[in-house]
């Protein structure tokens, strides 16, 4: 008997455990809605093909060192081709040589080999100038990214909005049922007209249809919410966060962030232009097989063919960069002032936006000091229009009326906590804190 009831309780605290649980899990914060929304969001394979195309640029760049190699074949047929002077060629001819000079039509088969040995620093620039590229392309990335932030939480509470209104309205719902069957027992006695009743079982029925309204409202937002973060929201209780305001009001919003990895860009095009100055340096190789070769005496000589080979050492320097310089140079400069004018305004803007949340705050508090005693007053009243009632000292307008009143006071102080904690939510959202 004191196994079984062992077992019981053990099974009871199985079940606690399991409730809890089961209730912890179906709640959803904020923290977790966005953390979840931003995982799941499309955008987010981007940064692995942002850092793909920066490895292939890299790879790319650092290949140019390898050593070039190409291989080609040609045969020509000239007009005019290098000869003996007649008098020469007599005097051979006399001495039983005879020259031919070279052949119109020449053919060869070959290879050439470049190998750079000093570039200018252009491909540390050109590094530099992808990564550059890859960062501003990922922080603009992030600036996208964090937009979803700003949509979840408007959604979220959203739901938070309506279902406390839904909440709220169905308590006043279950007043008017009160009422209601309190009026219908009335009139059995005598003591009230049909009429009462007809009035209150209408506003009942009006207040159902807000019910199921708001409901409807809050599952379309649940869906929406349901494709951002990729999961079922069906039962799912939404947690009220509780957010303080941010202890700096410094910015540290991903546009700053952006702005910086484009300045950052610009100074890197701006090298490169400085490196495109430079001259390279390499070395160079020539083979090939064929018809004349480098011995131009005996190739007029003879016809046969021949190997050669040339290797040596060679400069090049582009003076085309001395003129393009200082248009590329001016034109990253209105660029970058271009984007110093953007991050002011960026910040002029968020300044006053901040202003005007923080002045939000501010009024929401100071108009939620009352919001208790005047649902603590609007309830006593409703009670007191109740008690009228069933003495027949006033009407069912004025008690319809009383409990509209303690309908609206409860969904404003509902409404100003939610809203206190959104323009909370919103301040940090623009301030990234």
């Known amino acids: 008997m004191n196994s079984l009831k062992r077992i019981k309780r053990v099974a009871s605290s199985l079940f606690v455990i399991l409730s809890f649980f089961q209730s912890a899990s179906a709640q959803l914060t904020i923290e977790e809605c966005v953390s979840k929304a931003e995982a799941n969001y499309p955008l987010v394979r981007k940064y692995g093909l942002l850092k793909a195309t920066r490895d292939i640029e890299l790879s790319e760049i650092n290949r140019s060192w390898l050593p070039r190699l190409s291989a080609y074949g040609q045969a020509t047929i000239q007009n005019v081709v290098p000869s003996f002077p007649s008098s020469l060629s007599g005097v051979l001819d006399q001495m039983g040589q005879t020259v031919r000079g070279l052949g119109r039509l020449q053919y060869k088969v070959g290879i ?47 739901v938070l909005l309506t279902d406390r209104q839904i909440e709220l309205t169905e308590v006043t719902h279950r007043l008017l049922e009160i009422n209601l069957r309190r009026l219908q027992a009335m009139i059995r006695d005598g003591v009230a007209m049909q009429s009462d009743a007809d009035m209150v079982e209408a506003r009942y029925l009006s207040v159902g249809q807000s019910i199921t309204e708001a409901k409807s409202a809050s599952d379309g937002y649940r869906r929406v919410l349901e494709l951002f973060i990729g999961e079922n929201l069906d039962g799912v209780t939404f947690v009220l966060p509780d957010a303080q305001i941010p202890a700096t009001e410094t910015s540290d919003r991903p546009e700053l962030r952006l702005f910086g990895r484009r300045m950052d860009a610009n100074r890197a095009l701006d090298r490169l232009s400085d490196v495109s100055l430079m001259p390279r340096v390499g070395l160079f190789a020539q083979a090939y ?28 320097w582009n003076i085309d960069a001395f003129y393009s310089r200082k248009n590329n140079r001016r034109r990253t400069s209105v660029d970058t002032r271009d984007i110093a004018a953007d991050r002011d305004l960026f910040l002029f803007n968020s300044e006053m936006q901040v202003a005007s949340q923080s002045e939000a705050i501010a009024a929401m508090r100071e108009v939620m000091k009352n919001d208790a005693r005047i649902i603590e007053l609007q309830q006593n009243v409703r009670k007191a229009a109740e008690a009228q009632l069933e003495e027949g000292v006033i009407d069912t307008t004025a008690l319809l009326s009383k409990i509209s009143d303690e309908n609206i006071a409860r969904l404003n102080g509902e409404l100003h906590i939610i809203r206190l904690q959104q323009e909370i939510y919103n301040l940090k959202y623009t301030l990234n804190r």
């Open 289 to 316: 097989y064929g018809y004349p070769g480098f011995d131009y005496f005996n190739s007029m000589m003879s016809r046969d063919l021949s190997f050669n080979i040339l290797a040596g050492v060679k400069v090049a």
């Open 112 to 158: 050439d080999l470049s190998q750079s040995l000093w570039d200018g620093g252009a491909s540390r620039v050109r590094r530099d100038v992808a990564r550059a590229q890859e960062a501003t392309r990922s922080a603009a990335l992030d600036v996208e990214l964090y937009d979803v932030r700003r949509r979840v939480g408007s959604l979220f509470f959203a």
